[in-house]
């Protein structure tokens, strides 16, 4: 079955900080992986992705994801935090068969601290 | 920009009543999907369509149903709502296989 994890139910970072939120997935194959944010009462947005090429990924809002085989990971990451960052963040992996399928993560909230 | 946009930002019903949640985006995708949130459980799929008047199951159709009638439509139908539908339901549309889905903001249905 295919699906990812993340870890962590909530982040906290001072503001200023490098973050990090963690992603793992289980794909029997090359994944199709997804970083959305969502702020409160809002829908998702998408921020980045990771199709094939360079395991570093550039997005939206200074974000950036590092996609790693070996660890079968792809934590988003960004090197200094705003408070304005704080939200809800999932990651989701395209089904390697069904291209119409994504599987989500339960989601971590980001808490930024000035 | 894409935009999807969900007819009803809240929505209380009773139980046992037929409900319709309307969506509309605005790019002429030919992939749509309904969403449901809950906490601690990420989003699950209830269904897509992938074009008019097409449509395939996702993890949780039980209870649900859809209408694609034109392009840029896509309508969940709750048939006889009970209180375990309570949830946010968010719609989304897709171009393309390798491309992101765009979200609508999501309608927070209350069945009481």
């Known amino acids: 079955a295919q699906s990812v994890a993340q870890p962590e139910d909530q982040v906290n970072v001072a503001e200023g900080n490098p973050l990090t939120v963690k992603c793992t997935y289980s794909?029997?194959?090359?994944?199709?992986l997804f970083w959305y944010v969502q702020y409160p009462n809002r829908g998702l947005q998408f921020l980045l992705k990771y199709i094939t090429g360079d395991n570093l990924v550039k997005g939206s809002y200074g974000f950036e994801a590092e996609f790693n085989k070996s660890q079968t990971s792809f934590h988003l990451k960004k090197p200094s935090a705003l408070v304005s960052d704080s939200a809800l963040y999932f990651c989701a992996v395209r089904d390697i068969a069904d291209f119409n399928k994504f599987y989500f993560g339960s989601g971590t909230k980001l808490n930024v601290k000035p | 920009d894409v935009k999807v946009t969900q007819s009803s930002r809240y929505l209380v019903k009773r139980t046992g009543e037929k409900v319709f949640l309307e969506c509309v985006q605005d790019m002429d995708h030919e992939n749509m999907f309904w969403y449901r949130q809950d906490p601690g459980l990420g989003l699950r799929l209830i269904y897509f369509s992938y074009d008019v008047k097409m449509k395939e199951k996702g993890d949780i159709p039980e209870g649900y149903s859809v209408s694609r009638e034109k392009k840029e439509r896509f309508s969940l139908i709750l048939e006889s709502a009970s209180t375990n539908q309570t949830s946010m339901y968010l719609c989304?549309?897709?171009?393309?296989?390798?491309?992101?889905?765009?979200f609508g903001d999501g309608t927070r249905l209350s069945i009481l």
């Open positions: 989304a549309s897709r171009q393309g296989s390798n491309q992101p889905q765009h």
């Open positions: 794909v029997s194959g090359n994944p199709y």
